[in-house]
């Protein structure tokens, strides 16, 4: 394992600005607001901001301040924070993120999750923590080859753990998160003490009798369901089929990327009016900057590719059913992209045993209500130890 130190060149950041300048607007139709994407009128403002008003090297200082690592896993090279608690009792505990993110979502929880007595927490509920970027994402770089779904990921990560000398963990995660560290508990089930996730899919069983008494709320989650994949799922449509066709476009171009990304931002967190409701803009912003500098749109977009068509298909790799023998916790957030139903959980999840409904919050809670996840993730894992 080599220590990691982010250190943006210069020119690099140069070449973002200068780009930007250039960007060449299109236009719109009058008072569509949000409903066909992102304003022009918003994008612009936001853009400008991100030319003149960001300081990528005064996030870049925050990433450094925990330590990082790469290490190679079959064949991979794997990017991860690996900070660890004074508290010697501590749990280990593997958070994995998803897409549109990276590991740098999780900064505002390493803190309390590694010394909960300064949080308002008891020392009990510590965490070792290992934060890695999915191969593809930030500075794990793709492999170059094919075959990299959320199965080998997850023996990747048992891999990571067991080199870190961790022989009991928790897994932790949402979108891709999720999947991953559900697999992870199927892969390494002598080792993960429990799964705990923030976004679960839960289809509807093909039966239609098994709606018959969902209570009115769970009925409004269906509907959601069902607008959702009928509207809101275009980007995964295109990434889980034409990945390297989209990666031009947003390669070459970092208003086209931000766009990409800021769209998601305002469609699945808790916003009103603008993405900037429920997360900062400069999170907002360290985010896409990392997708930029990485040059990770194509490898990240080729992940859904490899996670539905290569020894997978959508069903299976969202849906389980997830047979696994460690406790599962759910922590669901309103406003999330998905709205699971826990009728339908208990049936692909039988070792289910915390489930949390929170009254705020949306896909990245990790950075909306930081506080909230932590509290969950402390509750869950007690209950382990």
């Avoid at 960007?23 to 008072?31: F, N, S, Y």
């Avoid at 003149?52 to 896993?73: K, M, S």
């Avoid at 770089?141 to 870190?164: C, F, I, K, N, Y």
């Avoid at 769209?263 to 360290?286: C, G, N, Q, Y």
Wanted: hydrophobic share 40%; net charge negative.
């Amino acid at each position: 394992m080599e220590p990691f130190h982010i250190d943006v060149a210069q020119d690099e950041l140069d070449d973002l600005h200068r780009r930007i300048d250039a960007t060449r607007w299109p236009g719109e139709l009058p008072d569509a607001g949000w409903s066909r994407g992102v304003p022009v009128g918003y994008l612009r403002e936001l853009a400008d901001y991100w030319r003149t008003g960001y300081d990528w090297r005064v996030h870049e200082a925050r990433l450094n301040r925990h330590p990082q690592f790469t290490t190679e896993i079959d064949g991979a090279t794997v990017h991860f924070l690996h900070v660890r608690s004074a508290e010697p009792g501590a749990t280990p505990l593997l958070l994995t993120h998803g897409w549109p993110g990276t590991n740098a979502e999780f900064l505002d929880v390493i803190e309390p999750l590694t010394d909960p007595a300064r949080h308002g927490g008891d020392p009990a509920d510590a965490f070792h923590l290992v934060i890695p970027s999915i191969p593809g994402f930030g500075f794990s770089p793709h492999p170059g080859e094919p075959g990299w779904d959320t199965g080998r990921v997850a023996r990747a990560w048992a891999e990571l753990m067991r080199r870190l000398g961790y022989d009991r963990y928790v897994a932790q995660g949402g979108d891709w998160g999720s999947p991953i560290s559900l697999r992870l508990g199927l892969a390494d089930p002598g080792h993960v003490l429990g799964v705990h996730v923030n976004m679960l899919v839960t289809l509807p069983p093909p039966d239609p009798a098994a709606l018959h008494g969902l209570s009115a709320e769970d009925m409004e989650r269906l509907r959601f369901t069902g607008d959702f994949a009928q509207d809101g799922m275009g980007w995964m449509k295109i990434q889980s089929t034409r990945p390297q066709t989209l990666s031009y476009a947003l390669t070459d171009s970092p208003v086209g990327q931000l766009a990409w990304i800021t769209e998601k931002f305002m469609e699945w967190t808790d916003a009103e009016k603008a993405p900037e409701d429920a997360v900062s803009r400069d999170d907002i912003l360290t985010n896409v900057t990392l997708f930029w500098l990485t040059a990770t749109a194509g490898p990240s977009a080729q992940f859904y590719y490899e996670s539905s068509h290569v020894d997978a298909d959508f069903v299976r790799t969202w849906g389980g059913p997830w047979p696994l023998e460690m406790p599962v916790g759910v922590a669901c957030f309103p406003k999330d992209a998905v709205r699971p139903i826990r009728r339908f959980a208990e049936q692909i999840l039988p070792t289910l045993g915390h489930w949390s409904e929170f009254g705020r919050g949306g896909h990245f809670p990790a950075l909306e209500q930081p506080e909230l996840l932590v509290r969950d993730i402390r509750a869950f894992t007690a209950g382990l130890r």
